[in-house]
């Protein structure tokens, strides 16, 4: 069982950076493909990026692009996000997922239902 953990989430400023990170309690990070998806309250669950899982392939989403930016420490087990130029829009949970390898189609990278395991979230909130 592939259990997810988010970290990082805290309140930031207009323009601040921030790192969130997700770590696994079972086992090896490097196995999966991995996302992190944001949902605010009475929205859907939206794609921030995607990685492979040797960190070669990333993609974001439109609103994010240029400002986030995805990584991941397969050594350490550990999923990335830096958050740069924060904006109000945004505040929202952060969730990281991890997909199957054995059912993952890389032209979903985008599609929540592509992932299998997520973590519970971190709460990040801009204030401006």
């Known amino acids: 069982q592939v259990r997810l953990q988010e970290y990082g989430g805290t309140l930031a400023q207009v323009g601040d950076s921030l790192r969130v990170f997700c770590t696994t309690s079972g086992g090896n990070l490097g196995r999966f493909p991995m996302g992190w998806f944001r949902q605010s309250p009475g929205k859907d669950r939206d794609f921030v990026a995607s990685?492979?899982?040797?960190?070669?392939?990333?993609h974001y989403g439109d609103s994010v692009k240029g400002r986030f930016t995805i990584s991941r420490d397969n050594n350490k087990n550990v999923l990335y996000l830096l958050m740069a130029g924060l904006q109000p829009d945004d505040t929202a949970v952060y969730f990281c997922?991890?997909?199957?390898?054995?059912?993952?189609?890389?032209?979903?990278?985008?599609?929540?239902?592509?992932?299998?395991?997520w973590g519970q979230g971190t709460q990040v909130t801009v204030s401006s």
């Open positions: 990685i492979s899982r040797e960190g070669g392939h990333v």
């Open positions: 997922a991890a997909a199957d390898p054995s059912t993952y189609r890389a032209s979903n990278y985008f599609n929540a239902e592509t992932y299998a395991h």
